[in-house]
């Protein structure tokens, strides 16, 4: 059964600081990876989607990379904001395209001004 | 400029009522999924729909129920609330399995 792990669970940054988020998955066998942001009472906003085939993906401040052979997925924040502050997602899916979706449970982003 | 609605935003349950959780999208998506989120836990997937008329079970099924009669649309239905089924409900869509899932803002549903 897949599991998705992040760790870690919180961190706390000053403004400006390069951070990376983790994230590993016991089933190398995914269709692909998804990053997600979370506000506090709010639903989720995808941020990054790796594909299976690929390497890594861009989008502005933020790069995902994907090792499926290891099992691990990072996400890296350059320069990061106070606005940066949220809850970040590690999501994989398996099974082809209708597979499921399996959820890490997130790293608590603060970040101090 | 709406994408995912979820309706309503809170409800409070008495144990054994039953009540639908809406969601549409405006996006034209096929697919479409219904989560829980608990505290300090990932989201959990319960049922999801790859186009109208078809829909199929995911990891917590059991005490949902749900049906795919429009692309727009895609209800949640709790028949007999229990206690544990207080969550956040978040409704989903994308255009196809291997494109971004586009969330709604939750559905919290208490059930006392």
């Known amino acids: 059964k897949q599991e998705v792990t992040q760790i870690p669970a919180a961190l706390s940054v000053p403004e400006g600081e390069n951070l990376v988020l983790n994230c590993s998955f016991t089933?190398?066998?995914?269709?692909?990876l998804q990053w997600f942001r979370q506000d506090p009472g709010k639903g989720l906003t995808s941020l990054l989607l790796?594909?299976?085939?690929?390497r890594e993906q861009t989008s502005g401040r933020l790069n995902a990379s994907l090792d499926k052979s290891s099992g691990r997925s990072t996400l890296y924040i350059a320069a990061s904001q106070p606005g940066d502050s949220a809850t970040y997602l590690c999501?994989?899916?398996?099974?082809?395209?209708?597979?499921?979706?399996?959820f890490g449970k997130g790293t608590k982003l603060s970040v101090k001004p | 400029n709406a994408g995912v609605t979820q309706t309503p935003k809170f409800r409070i349950l008495k144990i054994g009522q039953s009540m639908t959780l809406q969601c549409t999208q405006d996006?034209?998506?096929?697919?479409m999924y219904w989560y829980r989120q608990d505290p300090g836990m990932g989201l959990k997937l319960i049922y999801y729909?790859?186009?109208?008329?078809?829909?199929d079970k995911g990891e917590v099924p059991n005490g949902y129920n749900v049906s795919r009669s429009t692309t727009e649309d895609f209800p949640l239905r709790l028949e007999l609330a229990a206690p544990s089924q207080t969550s956040v409900y978040f409704c989903?869509?994308?255009?196809?399995?291997?494109?971004?899932?586009?969330f709604g803002d939750g559905t919290r549903l208490s059930i006392l």
């Open positions: 989903a869509s994308s255009f196809s399995g291997n494109q971004p899932q586009h």
């Open positions: 089933d190398s066998a995914i269709y692909n």
């Open positions: 790796i594909q299976s085939s690929q």
């Open positions: 999501a994989v899916k398996g099974g082809g395209s209708q597979g499921n979706l399996i």
């Open positions: 996006m034209n998506h096929n697919y």
């Open positions: 729909s790859v186009g109208a008329g078809i829909t």
